[in-house]
């Protein structure tokens, strides 16, 4: 029972709530400070990842048009692609430009495709095109648009939590230099009392 009083009354004087009258308004300001920034970041955190989801939706959702007027077609590798074929022990598959041929309309055409790393030559790959016929880099999967999201909102949220802890630190900045200012004003009118010079 005593310890749990204890832990209150500690509670209590580190939110400068104890009725001490020595405590100075920076004080109380500081003492709730890092509280209130906790409850910002807690309340805004909803708030960032609703907005930073939707614009990412917003922006599937103009690629998915786009997307739309896009065909398919088969491309023959005219080189080997270079590069490892499964880095990251084969949880990433990188896409490398190398040279290819196709058909389109009964023509023949060659450029540069997006392959997966390490593709032989003489190998077959579905390449998308716009309606321009200008080869395009393949449409994202649905596990690769929520990844996405997902990593836009941990930066949205760590982007929360640095400017919160900047404005934080600027604060404390701030009322430090005050208390210091006061103290510096006490001191010139209580120090030459003391040695004795008033």
Known sequence: MMATTSKWVKL?????????????????????????????????????????SAWVRAGDVAALR??????????????????????????????????????????????????????PAGSTHTVWLNHAGAVQVPPLSASQVAGFADTAIAVGLAALAALLAGLTWLIRRALDRRRLARWERAWLTVGPRWNGRS
């Open 12 to 52: 209590f004087r580190r939110l400068g709530v104890d009725g001490n009258p020595l405590r100075r308004p920076a004080d109380k300001i500081e003492a709730w400070l890092t509280p209130a920034v906790i409850v910002m970041f807690l309340v805004l955190c909803p708030v960032i990842a609703i907005a930073t």
């Open 66 to 119: 786009a997307e739309q007027s896009w065909h398919p077609v088969r491309a023959v590798l005219v080189r080997a692609a270079p590069g490892p074929a499964e880095p990251d022990a084969g949880a990433n598959t990188w896409l490398v430009w190398t040279a290819a041929r196709w058909s389109i309309g009964g023509r023949q055409e060659t450029g540069a495709v997006p392959v997966p790393a390490d593709s």
